[in-house]
């Protein structure tokens, strides 16, 4: 089983959509969760940090279930811009394990 | 402006060769990593330093060397003992230590350099 799964898509929703991913991760003692985008050939940045249960940034919601070791990723009103690969990054402790990433594809 | 420079963006090489990938960052951050990223699969760690002459192997080292001379320079060096180095090597900085809160956190990235093996 890899450490992060993710669903790699693509999710191909019109704009306005509201989509979610989800990621789950098999060590229990992670201790921090993060959500990167990666556009297309570029290098990934980070879009949100999730420390406890869950946090907002504007359209973006992520949430953590430690219980179900999953987070999620919740954009709402897609736009265009948002076309990406959203990676999911684990920190266990010793090392950040990066998902493979989910390919969103947001269409007019 | 504070970032991370890679250099160069495209490098080919022939088989044989070793071939150094420079990455420099002016964020005073302490540490410093390198993946590779290959296609359809997560980031996976070649390298990383916490402090100036000292580095860790990560998960897949074999092939691969670097130095910490400087706070700022992090150069990886792809042997001809690496079997398939055609990939996307990324540089990441981070803060580090009990100050930070987030020694493995919110690592920021260079802009890459893709390596082909002709």
């Known amino acids: 089983r890899k450490e992060v799964e993710q669903d790699p898509g693509p999710f191909n929703v019109p704009e306005g959509a509201t989509v979610a991913f989800n990621c789950t991760y098999s060590n229990s003692a992670s201790q921090s969760f993060f959500w990167y985008r990666q556009d297309c050939r570029k290098e990934p940045k980070l879009l949100m940090s999730v420390y406890s249960s869950g946090n907002e940034d504007g359209r973006f919601t992520a949430q953590l279930n430690r219980a179900s070791q999953y987070i999620s990723l919740l954009i709402r009103d897609s736009k265009l811009s948002d076309s990406a690969t959203y990676l999911c990054?684990?920190?266990?402790?010793?090392?950040?394990?990066f998902g493979a990433g989910t390919i969103l594809r947001v269409k007019s | 402006d504070g970032g991370i420079t890679q250099s160069p963006k495209y490098l080919f090489r022939k088989e044989g060769q070793n071939v150094t990938l420079s990455c420099e960052q002016n964020l005073n951050h302490d540490a410093m990593y390198w993946y590779r990223q290959d296609p359809g699969q997560g980031l996976r760690l070649i390298y990383y330093?916490?402090?100036?002459?000292?580095?860790q192997k990560g998960d897949i080292a074999e092939g691969y060397s670097v130095s910490r001379e400087k706070k700022e320079s992090f150069p990886l060096t792809v042997t001809s003992a690496q079997k398939n180095p055609t990939a996307f090597y990324l540089c990441?900085?981070?803060?580090?230590?009990?100050?930070?809160?987030?020694?493995?956190?919110?690592?920021?990235f260079g802009p890459g350099t893709r390596l082909t093996v002709l």
């Open positions: 990441a900085s981070s803060t580090w230590g009990q100050t930070s809160g987030r020694s493995w956190g919110e690592q920021f």
């Open positions: 990054v684990v920190n266990n402790g010793n090392k950040l394990v």
């Open positions: 330093s916490q402090i100036v002459n000292d580095f």
